[in-house]
């Protein structure tokens, strides 16, 4: 085994010291494919944005916040709705903060400059996390060169963003199936790229595909285990 | 940073050669980057970068924000830049997009010899943002009379041409010409990520010496 092949299992402050180092970083995308892989870096986002007093702002597509939120609940997890900041994109199940709707309509270059505007309001004075849901039920309504093109117009804008990082989290098995799946074009645009899989046992494997913790790291492989470093099913 | 051999193989590509650098995710444009920057200027040669969609300013700002220094701010190197809004380096000529591509296509051209009259030959020309141009275009045909101008290329001994695109990005656009642009190069060269940086073979070639040549670009800690 090289050094590449070392698998480290992580706990949360290894956790909170990775988001610490990526936190200037521009754009990252998570693709899950895990069952509750999304569920787990949802709850990772929100714990480290109390611990470091950093506000969290989603960007809510088609309910889809809802619907991570409503499984930890279930497992055990409470929030405050003022712990996330929302703006939402179509849908009309509200939870969190929601500061901002915005209306879905054909022309995608539209909703997203009322988007952005939304966002700059949103935006503190200091250091913010912005995180996209939902982007795989968007591109099932709208499969098109067009809108593609918006989305990554957007990750480009954001990547000079010096303020906060983007974060757009995104269901693998469901884009894929899309008939055009636009996802290598956004790996390539995003300045990281990070892929949560199944391991054995509820374990999710971490995969740094496209990630300069690698070089820091030393390892393209983490473990991770949601029930003891998030405490869930307790 | 390690790439001697890199460097032999862009040597021993000939005048008017058009080669195909295709990747998956990865740092591999960054590293591809750099390494076009210090090869032209060690050598003292022009670099001509076709900057469509605003692919070049994603590639320096990601690599600044991994750490890696890449200076464009020199002699003899030249952006022509296609649509986007983030002008970086020293554009000489901003192409609009147009979805037909015949217009796009004759503005270019214009524009294009215009600007590179004066530049010494053989430059390196080094595209890209192509996974954006071919996701820009509106149907096959005009995708068609994109891959048959980068045809009417090859042989232009002004240059040697690197079309550096993303293999998976390219085979899911909605029109699919990655295997037209493998039959169309001189040269197809696959590069793959690795703990030191990226691995490189050259696929196909016209050049009998570069066939199945493998090397390794190593970045060291981005050296």
Known sequence: ?234 | MEWKTTAKIVDSVLPGETVLMEYTTSYIPEFLLRFFVDYTTEKNIPLVIDDDFDALYTILTNARRIGLTIDLDRDNVYVLKTGGKFEVGNVVVTIPFHPDSRVYLANYAEASSKALQEIQSPAINLVLGLEELFLSVNNPLDAYQMVIRMQKFIGNKKRKAFYVVNEEAMKNLPIKVLEELERISTTVVRLTSSSAGANLKVLKSVNPRLVGMETVIDVGRWG
Request: cysteine-free; aromatic content about 8%.
């Open chain 1, 1 to 234: 085994m090289g050094p590449q092949d070392k698998i480290t299992l992580v706990t949360k402050k290894d956790f909170n010291a990775i988001f610490d180092q990526t936190r200037d970083r521009g754009v990252t995308i998570i693709e899950n494919s895990a069952p509750l892989g999304a569920e787990f870096a949802l709850h990772m986002l929100i714990e480290y944005s109390k611990l470091r007093g950093i506000p969290l702002i989603v960007e809510d597509i088609f309910d889809t916040l809802p619907v991570y939120l409503a499984h930890l609940k279930l497992m055990g997890v409470s929030f405050e709705d003022s712990d996330i900041k929302v703006i939402k994109l179509g849908g009309s199940q509200e939870t969190g903060h929601v500061l901002a709707r915005v209306r879905f309509e054909n022309n995608p270059h539209i909703y997203q400059r009322k988007i952005d505007r939304e966002l700059e309001r949103a935006i503190p004075e200091g250091d913010y996390i912005y995180l996209v849901l939902g982007l795989e039920r968007l591109l099932y309504l709208q499969n098109d060169a067009r809108t593609i093109r918006t989305i990554l117009s957007s990750i480009k804008q954001k990547l000079g963003d010096e303020r906060g990082m983007s974060i757009y989290l995104i269901e693998k098995p469901l884009i894929k199936e899309l008939p055009f799946n636009p996802l290598a074009l956004l790996e390539d645009a995003a300045t990281s790229v990070v892929e949560l899989t199944e391991d054995v046992g509820g374990i999710i494997r971490i995969r740094l595909k496209k990630s300069a913790l690698t070089l820091l790291m030393r390892t393209e492989y983490m473990l991770v285990s949601p029930r003891e470093v998030l405490r869930w099913w307790e």
